[in-house]
């Protein structure tokens, strides 16, 4: 069963640019979460997604925006991009039990990493 | 809230040696409670995890973590030290039934030979 894929794996943007990223959970899942990972703030929660819904959201900036769709796959959009959005952005994705409860378990993506000039 | 502190920003071990990293929760309700490993430039991946079922929880790769309520610790463990090991690891904390995982700042593990 292939993972959890995210593209692209490395880009370089510039401030005041905006970014797409784009995640594909593993087959089955129909929840994927976003987190900022940086050396200084750690590893952050962005938000999640389950059936095309926005479900709980982090204490990010409105720059960063996420949709879902569909099929399951997810994108995170960065507008307005700052030096300080420089961070290696995973996704992750896990299985939905009833009711949308789930255990919490996540299957990380190997993400994508920006750097802001 | 939940959050989770981990001791140690950074810990050495030689080969062959017991593996100890340290990790206390704070939460309002029981917690889920979980390990994952980061190897350099790749993902995270899930070492263990608590779902009340079980205190001492094994895991993949020979590590195992105990679940103490009393002390709110879950510290992950290894008797002997691979070379593999070397990696940063995470634990982390989620409340029942939601999606947001809270992370530590991450031990990351040297093995010396």
């Known amino acids: 069963k292939a993972g959890v894929t995210q593209t692209p794996r490395y880009l370089i943007k510039t401030r005041g640019q905006q970014v797409t990223l784009s995640c594909s959970p593993i087959?089955?899942?129909?929840?994927v979460s976003w987190y900022q990972q940086t050396p200084g703030q750690g590893l952050q929660f962005l938000f999640e997604?389950?059936?095309?819904?926005?479900?709980n959201k982090g204490n990010f900036p409105g720059r960063f925006s996420g949709r879902q769709f569909s099929n399951s796959r997810s994108e995170m959009n960065v507008s307005t991009l700052e030096l300080g959005d420089s961070a290696l952005y995973l996704c992750a994705s896990s299985l939905v039990g009833r009711g949308g409860s789930n255990t919490g378990e996540l299957f990380f993506g190997e993400g994508s990493r920006l750097t802001v000039l | 809230a939940q959050s989770v502190t981990q001791l140690g920003s950074h810990v050495s071990v030689s080969e062959g040696a017991l593996v100890l990293l340290r990790c206390n929760y704070s939460s309002s309700v029981p917690p889920y409670l979980f390990w994952y490993v980061q190897y350099p430039n790749q993902g995270l991946q899930l070492l263990l995890k608590?779902?009340?079922?079980?205190?001492l929880v094994k895991g993949i790769n020979g590590f195992e973590a105990e679940f103490k309520k009393s002390e709110t610790s879950f510290h992950l463990t290894k008797p002997s030290a691979h070379m593999s090991d070397a990696a940063e690891y995470f634990c982390?904390?989620?409340?029942?039934?939601?999606?947001?995982?809270?992370f530590g700042t991450g031990t990351r593990l040297l093995v010396s030979p």
């Open positions: 997604y389950f059936s095309e819904t926005q479900r």
């Open positions: 087959s089955g899942h129909r929840s």
């Open positions: 982390a904390v989620s409340a029942t039934g939601f999606q947001k995982l809270v």
């Open positions: 608590y779902t009340s079922a079980a205190t």
